[in-house]
């Protein structure tokens, strides 16, 4: 089952620089994510200056139990990235 997750940063001044504390250790789980078929596209959502306001993640889990687990685990919600998260059923349209 796929799930589209939508996160948003912080708005404190401090907030860009917990995400850059914890981003390389983001992007190694979501590679790891992606070895392993759960990660199946995403990136950082941009504000109107191209600077990092939050992330849009699509996921592949069994079900949502399975990935809210492995959120616990997810750098930036541990190191306090992400005030704002919505997660819904998600399903990729395939093209013709």
Same mark, same amino acid.
């Given at each position: 089952?796929?799930?589209?997750?939508l +996160?948003? =940063?912080?708005? =404190?001044?401090?907030?860009?620089q %917990? %995400?850059?504390? #914890?981003?390389?250790?983001?992007?190694? $789980?979501i590679?790891?994510? &992606? /070895? +392993? !078929?759960?990660?199946?596209?995403?990136? +950082? /959502?941009? @504000? =109107?200056? !191209? &600077?990092?306001?939050?992330?849009?993640? #699509?996921?592949?889990?069994? =079900?949502?139990?399975?990935?809210?687990?492995?959120? $616990? @685990?997810e750098?930036?919600?541990?190191?306090?990235?992400?005030? &704002? /998260?919505? /997660?819904?059923?998600?399903?990729?349209? &395939?093209? #013709?």
């Amino acid at each position: 089952m796929q799930f589209l997750l939508l +996160a948003y =940063d912080g708005k =404190d001044p401090e907030a860009l620089q %917990r %995400r850059l504390n #914890v981003r390389e250790e983001h992007l190694q $789980k979501i590679s790891r994510l &992606k /070895i +392993a !078929g759960e990660y199946l596209f995403g990136g +950082a /959502i941009l @504000n =109107d200056s !191209g &600077k990092m306001i939050g992330s849009m993640i #699509v996921y592949e889990f069994p =079900d949502r139990q399975a990935l809210d687990e492995k959120l $616990k @685990n997810e750098p930036y919600i541990t190191g306090g990235v992400w005030t &704002k /998260i919505e /997660i819904q059923p998600f399903r990729h349209a &395939k093209m #013709v």
